[in-house]
T-cell receptor, first 111, second 114 residues
Framework: SQQGEEDPQALSIQEGENATMNCSYK?????LQWYRQNSGRGLVHLIL?????REKHSGRLRVTLDTSKKSSSLLITASRAADTASYFC???????????FGEGTQLTVNP | EAQVTQNPRYLITVTGKKLTVTCSQN?????MSWYRQDPGLGLRQIYY???????DKGDVPEGYKVSRKEKRNFPLILESPSPNQTSLYFC?????????????FGSGTRLTVV
């Protein structure tokens, strides 16, 4: 199975609300990354958090990493309709040579 | 503009007819990779390349070939396409060894094999 697994698979919220997505993984990582994909388009890199970091912010995005629980969360604050997309976590293993992606969370933000 | 360019964007072909999907990046990245995306299966890596003339198999390499003769180009070749290769394909690049930095993705190639 995939190294990273997102939860929930789908999330529907109203504009202005916060959206939280979770990612769990199985083995030790070098870093964990979050990507956004608008329908059928290429993935866009959002944020990278390294294994020795616990929290990172970028604009309205907040990412946390708990290596003891092997989990990460992505929080989007004050969501907008334009945030509607699929969000993927990807893990880079220690000493690994590539990223492994989860299956994604489909976020719908209703106006 | 820094980008990964894939062509074509859409392609419909017949079983067994050889095709090539091109990928080019203008960021001088060492690492390049191909993924396919299928509903319910997420993104699966097909092949990757650490640098010129260095390529390796990903999770689903069967039925695909790649080459890396120049740093900027990483074409994906389907010698004899079959319907189970109908998918959305993405090329991606990264400055160095895959995973240590974020990836830049192309816009995707939607391939249909009939």
């Amino acid at each position: 199975s995939q190294q990273g697994e997102e939860d929930p698979q789908a999330l529907s919220i109203q504009e202005g609300e916060n959206a939280t997505m979770n990612c769990s993984y199985k083995t030790s990582i070098n870093n964990l990354q979050w990507y956004r994909q608008n329908s059928g388009r290429g993935l866009v890199h959002l944020i990278l958090i390294r294994s020795n970091e616990r929290e990172k912010h970028s604009g309205r995005l907040r990412v946390t990493l708990d290596t003891s629980k092997k989990s990460s969360s992505l929080l989007i604050t004050a969501s907008r309709a334009a945030d509607t997309a699929s969000y993927f976590c990807a893990t880079a293993l220690v000493g690994g040579s590539r990223l492994t992606f989860g299956e994604g969370t489909q976020l719908t933000v209703n106006p | 503009e820094a980008q990964v360019t894939q062509n074509p964007r859409y392609l419909i072909t017949v079983t067994g007819k050889k095709l090539t999907v091109t990928c080019s990046q203008n960021m001088n990245h060492e690492y390049m990779s191909w993924y396919r995306q299928d509903p319910g299966l997420g993104l699966r890596q097909i092949y990757y390349s650490m640098n010129v003339e260095v390529t390796d198999k990903g999770d689903v390499p069967e039925g695909y070939k790649v080459s890396r003769k120049e740093k900027r180009n990483f074409p994906l070749i389907l010698e004899s396409p079959s319907p189970n290769q109908t998918s959305l394909y993405f090329c991606a690049s990264s400055p160095y060894r895959g995973g240590l930095y974020g990836y830049t993705f192309g816009s995707g190639t939607r391939l249909t094999v009939v």
